[in-house]
């Protein structure tokens, strides 16, 4: 079965620090990868998606990228944070009619 | 472009209550329609899904029918427990691109 895994589950960065979240996805082949942001109480904002290894669709312009070194890692990077980047970053990926997520890294910006 | 509107929340009812959470969607195309749930502190989990004008997605006791001719793809369960708290977006997927459309999200809370 496919498993979906993120990391780090937890973060605190100070103001101007880099940023860097990891998503793999474990048990398929060439899927879509997806990262979408979800501030407090709020939907889901899709930041970036990728079909294919080094395929970077970005939705939002913002300080923040990602990549797509391996068919089955998506990272999300940042050089320099803002506050406004704190939420609920969550990776998904899709291999047909359904999207699958992973748990979710918090960042919280100080 | 494709756009999700779901009914404000938060939704409270007390446990054995009948639920239901509106949602409609705007398409050009025909997608495929979904409901997730978050917990606190969780991912989405994907509730059901349904590919084609008059599929009914079920799961766990929740039902949702895709209607094509009144755009909705509305939520219900007949009798809702304590452990149903959380949040329900409902969502499409484009038809036309790779991306996936998700309403606000409606909160419910489950009284015991």
């Known amino acids: 079965s496919q498993t979906i895994h993120q990391w780090p589950a937890t973060l605190v960065q100070p103001v101007g620090s880099p940023l860097s979240l990891e998503c793999t996805v474990e048990?398929?082949?060439?899927?879509?990868l997806y990262w979408y942001r979800q501030a407090a109480g709020r939907g889901l904002q899709l930041l970036f998606y990728?079909?294919?290894?080094?395929?970077i669709s970005s939705e939002v312009p913002q300080n923040l990228s990602a990549s797509r070194p391996q068919d089955r890692q998506f990272i999300l990077s940042s050089k320099k944070l803002l506050l406004s980047d704190s939420g609920f970053y969550l990776c998904a990926w899709t291999g047909g009619y359904e999207q699958y997520f992973g748990p979710g890294t918090r960042l919280t910006v100080t | 472009g494709d756009s999700v509107t779901q009914m404000e929340g938060p939704v409270t009812l007390s446990e054995e209550a009948f639920l239901t959470i509106n949602c409609t969607y705007t398409a050009t195309g025909y997608p495929s329609l979904f409901w997730y749930v978050q917990y606190p502190g969780e991912g989405l989990q994907l509730l059901l899904k349904?590919?084609?004008?008059?599929d009914k997605g079920s799961n766990k006791g929740f039902e949702a029918t895709y209607r094509k001719e009144t755009t909705s793809f509305h939520l219900e369960k007949g009798s809702v427990q304590v452990s149903d708290s959380a949040v329900y977006f409902c969502?499409?997927?484009?038809?036309?691109?790779?991306?996936?459309?998700f309403g606000t999200g409606t909160r419910l809370k489950v009284l015991a």
């Open positions: 349904a590919t084609k004008a008059d």
């Open positions: 048990g398929t082949s060439n899927p879509n």
């Open positions: 990728s079909v294919g290894i080094g395929q």
């Open positions: 969502a499409l997927s484009d038809s036309g691109t790779y991306k996936y459309i």
